[in-house]
Structures are given as structure tokens and as C-alpha cells.
């Protein structure tokens, strides 16, 4: 896998698809890596140039000292895209990838074609520090391990993960082998994560794409977020909890399809 120099640390990427035409970027989950956006590699590759990256402290991008901020990780994809000789993109981003994804169309409006916004958040609030604190700790003291069962049931609906298809093992051992300080440096990065006064600034065409049972960012949130971006759309996925890329792909790549289509 190529790696590349960004400001001063390796960012791991892929890229797939054309050489010519319009790129996707595709920005993953805490405690995953580039590897969970696979069906939507597979079903866009004839259509699009396709770049995933490991966020800086997961798969094999570098684990710099923490704690990091979403600037900082917005300016990693800036520069990587610098480095690939990239202008613009679509930028597809899931749970922390739409955090990153709202830091890039905040401070680089000009690198976007448009904005995908996954199963996300614009703002972390103070009843939710404690539950941020419990993770960062439990992963410091016992290792992604004692993580894992509480995210699986955050991320997939029940009769999805009892089938146990391998969808939910990719997850699981995408998520085991995040490095403790990675995954600890971006949820510092993720606590203070406060976009949400802000989002009416975006005038990018924007989806927003949740999982009808997503109880990490719950429908709620995507709502409060469509009405604060003039013109963007809501897409609600039935039977899909906070992962619905890899839980419904088929609707969720539907849904992608028709909203590119009519950006490109």
C-alpha cells in the first residue's frame, strides 16, 4: 500500500477506479480503516477515480502523539490530495470521516465538489463528555478489546450482527488492531467537535445519508444538520444502524449513485 509524507507524518491511501473523471474520497470511522468502505469501492470503480485513507493514528497511516483535532486531520487529507496533484473532490464521510469532512468544507471549501455526510455529528455535547471519557480510558487501561462488544451494538442492528456476516468480522478486526494511542488521539478530536453553528456557512451540494437505528448519531442529529445546510438532502436507511455503508450497501449505494450523478 502506498504511503505518502504529509506534514511530517506517512498517510496510508489506495486508489482505485479511472484515471480520469470525477474522485471520491472516502474518509472512515474511528477505530476502522480504509478497508470498510469495500462495496462502495466495488461498486463505483467504473465510474469514478476512487482515493481511501487511513486517518492518521489507524490502519497504516503513522500514530503521532495525541491528542489531535479535526483541523489537523482535514489538513492531513488537504495534503495528500496536494501531494497526489488533486484539485477537487467528492467527499464521502462516515461517523468521524463526516466530522472531518465538515473541518475540510469549513476551511477549504474550494477542494469540494460536494459533501457526503454519513452517519454523523456536528457537535459533541457536554452530557456526552463522560461516555467520550469512559472510552478514552477503558482503552487505556484495557485495550481496544474492552471496546469492542458495546461498539458492535452501537454499530449494527441486533438480527444483523446475530447472523454474524462478514461484514461485522471485518469490524471487529478492523477495530481490534486500531493502535490504543490512534484511537484515543482522534476521540480527543472527536469530544470537541462543535460545527454545528456554523454548518449554515456550507453552500456545497451536500447528502446526508443515516441509518434509520443508528443510535451513535441518531436520525435526530441528521435532521438538526440538514436544516442548517441550505438546499442539502436526507436519506434515511431502514434496517441500518451507524455503519449502514456496510450494513445495507445496496440502498446505501443507491442513494450515493443518484446524488452523484447529478453532481458530476
Known sequence: MPRIKVDGI???YEIYGREEGDVLMFSHSLGTNLLMWDPQ???????????CFDTRGHGKSDVPEGPYT????AKDAIGLLDKLGIEKVHWIGLSMGGMIAQAVALNYPERLKSLILCDTAAKVSEEDQP??????DNALKYGMEALLDATLERWFTEPFRKKNPPEVQLIKKLFLSTPVKGFVGCAEA????????????IKLPTLIIVGEEDK???VEVSKEMHKRIAGS????????????NLEQPEKFNTALADFLERHT
Open 131 to 136: 461516555i467520550w471519557q469512559e472510552r478514552i
Open 233 to 244: 438532502e436526507l436519506i434515511i436507511i431502514p434496517s441500518a444502524a451507524h455503519l449502514s
Open 190 to 201: 472527536i469530544r470537541k467537535l462543535n460545527y454545528l453553528d456554523r454548518l449554515s456557512e
Open 216 to 218: 451513535g448519531t441518531p
Open 10 to 12: 506517512h498517510i496510508n
Open 70 to 73: 479535526l483541523e489537523e486531520m
Open 41 to 51: 469501492v466495488k461498486a463505483f470503480r467504473d465510474r469514478y477515480k476512487i482515493i
